[in-house]
């Protein structure tokens, strides 16, 4: 009788517990960040951060297998020589789906960074260096190919060198994201 009221509780507590956790892992969809854009941007380690982090507070946790740009890259860079993608201009929606499929993502998080404008005032013995940068943002469901969200950003920073210009408009633009 011990036994079978035992076997009874097992059934009761620990059995659906199990599958629950089972369950959750399963249904976790996994979302992959890609991105592109000028390498005066992204060759400044501290920038990368800056995207890193914020691509990384929007889509870790509970909710998603989050995938980061740094453990994607290698593998989209021989997608890109393989589907003979030379430019921006070549990446195409269908293009990213079918990377994303490849690496068995749910969701593909594309962004394209362009330094828009790089422009020098000069007054008098003062020069400041304004950084215009325009990023377009596309979250794709890799399934059905579907645009889930799309927008373009633009953001300006200010500073005394070149550099230091690009770095404040990257942090003003990954606010707005």
Known sequence: MKKLITLLLFLIFVLPTICLAQDS???????????????????????????????????DGDEYNYISFNELQPAFEAFL???????????????????????????????????????????FFKSTYRAVLGTDIVLLNAEDGGVLYTNHLIADGSAADETAACKKSTKKMMRRI
């Open 25 to 59: 892992d399963t249904k976790r969809p996994t979302i992959g960040v890609v991105r592109v854009g000028d390498d005066a941007l992204f060759n400044d380690e501290e920038i990368s951060c800056i995207i890193d982090g914020k691509t990384a507070a929007l889509f």
């Open 81 to 123: 020589d393989k589907n003979n993608v030379q430019n921006n201009n070549g990446l195409t929606n269908d293009i990213l789906v079918k990377f994303a499929k490849e690496k068995n993502l749910d969701y593909l998080l594309f962004m394209n960074f362009n330094l828009d404008e790089l422009l020098l005032d000069q007054v």
